[in-house]
């Protein structure tokens, strides 16, 4: 992301769009009632009757519209912004939606930015070079490939496939692994040679088999592999990954795999004296400056009270990080009250805590 113009006065700023994770952070930073504008297509109702029909039909403008709904569409990887028309060559007053891309500048005006929309602001600049990685998590029948890229987490393949056992015999056995081998040497061969690093995981010998193979078909990328041990395959392999921390250097630069080991460190926090949870918990913390790096659930973004707190933290000049509802670390912090904070020192709340933040 970049911010290519700024009106401190009018608050208003222009970015500039460069990745799928700032189409995330864009979607987090509009509200009801915020100002966004981006090129567009409409109805040119003012084109002459002589005009050819594709110009008549629709014209590439720049519209403004009064926020009203956002919708993040992360398959397909683009916003959607839906309200009236505020600015524009014509129908003003009519509702429009907008699309927003990769590649795209948006123009955003809040009445006032928040410690939270500055927080996103800044992952974003700071981000903009974010690194692809690309992580399988694999065992014999079960495996799972995703592509890691800041806030973006895009499914390569989910392989489930039933193999001969000892009782189908050992041929069909030796054939049925020799095929599931090659099926995930062709998934993954191709985003092995794009990707700044493939970490393979898994808890059997296939992850050493898997990389060995990759390394005979694409012998000039043997850096970029990474292997290492986990204790299940697939979609809890990959959480188990992320949350223990085996693969932070690996991973660096991922923003997803970052929110993972920050929650797994607070909820380890827990069990001494340098975390706090909750609203009350975490207000109380930062009172006092003790905290050092807020973690705050992405849908605790409006809550009049959270942004308080999160104000107060940036001026203490503690670390704000904003954590995805979706996946298994933004389900973790939603649970111990939707926000937490990693503190600088030992610290207790002046209140019992509740068993049920545990």
Known sequence: MRIVHQDPQSGLRKLLLQTPSDLWRLARLIRKGDRVGASTTRRDPEAPEEAPGAQRERR?????????????HGFTQHVRVLGPIVEGPFDIGRHHTLDVDVGDVASVQKSGWTAGDRALLDEGVSGAGEPK????????GESTIVRLRGRSVETVADVRRTLAGKREGAGQAEKDRKTYLEELVRLIRPELVDATTVVVAGPGFLKEQLSAALLVAEPAHKNKLKVFATAEAGRVGLDELLRSGKAAEALRGSAAAEEADLVERLVTALG???AAVGPVEVDEAVGGGA????????????????????????????????????????????????????????????????????
């Open 60 to 72: 590439r403008v720049f519209l403004v519209v009064l926020v009203e709904q956002v919708e993040f």
């Open 133 to 140: 990685l690309v992580v399988a998590t694999v065992d014999w």
């Open 272 to 274: 001494g004296a340098r």
């Open 291 to 358: 905290a050092d790096t807020l973690l705050v659930s992405e849908s605790k973004l409006s809550d009049a009270t959270t942004l308080a707190t999160l104000e107060a933290a940036r001026g203490a000049r503690a670390r704000v990080f904003v954590v995805r509802d979706d996946g298994d670390a933004g389900k973790r912090l939603h649970g111990l009250g939707g926000i937490g904070a990693l503190l600088r020192y030992d610290w207790s709340p002046s209140t019992v805590r509740s068993s049920a933040k545990r």
